[in-house]
């Protein structure tokens, strides 16, 4: 059985933070251990994901530390609104602090760069999705904030599906494109980037139903589009931001992948304030 999401995740920051060993915390003496409440508090804007993460957080520190969830999971809010409250000893939530902020920062960041992609193909048959542009370790942790975000899931790993990219155009050269990509495991779905007319026409005619288009303008996706008409997913990637999204939904892309949503997210404004229960 897999472990719940993050654990794995919550475990490795805990680690690295020597969370046990606050030699400040233990200044306060019996202080440290009296019992304390946090308050997570927005400082801006932005759609909210990651609270479970700072429950996990929490747990893996003190089993009877308690979350109460605020703001729901992907909400927006504004600043000076309360995202969750945790009432633990004050040594537990002080060794906690730093990771719960550093998780819940990243993954509101994320999920409001996807909502903000979200809103702007609104109306549009396009959905927003991720790339594995990824922050090493955080991977499903950082899917987790775009589903969140209102976007849908992409290829998690290598081995979910092909992706047929540049550098595997190169290395085919003039080889059989349908004989090579009859050879993948059944059931496994096969995307196909195409970066000019000669690609597009090699994967149509090797029976390819999902083309990715990498960094070409609207026009040319449209184009695209119409090319290899109703029966082929036309995705869109490369460079498209949240500002640019509706250009490339318009166009007819029905598949819009950003890079930016996971590997240029800023950290949302939170901050934690601890007080004595």
Excluded at 60 to 73: F, G, K, Y
């Amino acid at each position: 059985m897999a472990d719940p999401l993050g654990l794995a995740e919550v475990r490795r920051a805990l680690e690295e933070d020597r969370a046990p060993e606050d030699v400040t915390t233990r200044l306060l003496g019996a202080a440290a251990g009296r019992p304390a409440s946090a308050a997570f508090i927005a400082e801006g804007h932005f759609a909210v994901a990651g609270l479970p993460i700072v429950g996990r957080v929490y747990a893996e520190l003190d089993r009877d530390a308690c979350l109460e969830p605020v703001a729901r999971e992907g909400a927006w809010v504004e600043p000076g609104a309360v995202l969750a409250r945790v009432r633990a000893p004050a040594a537990t939530l002080l060794a906690g602090e730093r990771v719960a902020l550093n998780f819940l920062q990243r993954l509101c960041g994320i999920a409001t760069l996807t909502r903000r992609a979200v809103e702007a193909v609104a109306g549009t048959a396009a959905r927003i999705t991720h790339t594995r542009k990824t922050t090493p370790g955080l991977r499903a942790l950082e899917r987790y904030a775009v589903t969140v975000g209102g976007g849908v899931a992409n290829r998690g790993s290598l081995a979910e599906a092909v992706l047929w990219k540049d550098n595997h155009w190169a290395l085919l050269g003039a080889g059989d494109l349908a004989a090579a990509l009859a050879a993948a495991p059944p059931g496994v779905p096969v995307v196909v980037e195409v970066e000019d007319e000669a690609q597009l026409e090699r994967a149509l005619a090797a029976g390819v139903r999902h083309v990715l288009a990498d960094n070409q303008t609207p026009e040319r996706v449209a184009a695209w589009v119409r090319r290899a008409g109703p029966g082929v997913t036309v995705q869109a990637s490369g460079g498209i931001t949240p500002e640019s999204a509706r250009h490339y939904a318009q166009a007819g892309a029905a598949l819009i992948s950003i890079g930016a949503l996971t590997h240029s997210a800023p950290a949302a404004p939170i901050r934690c304030d601890i007080h004595e229960a």
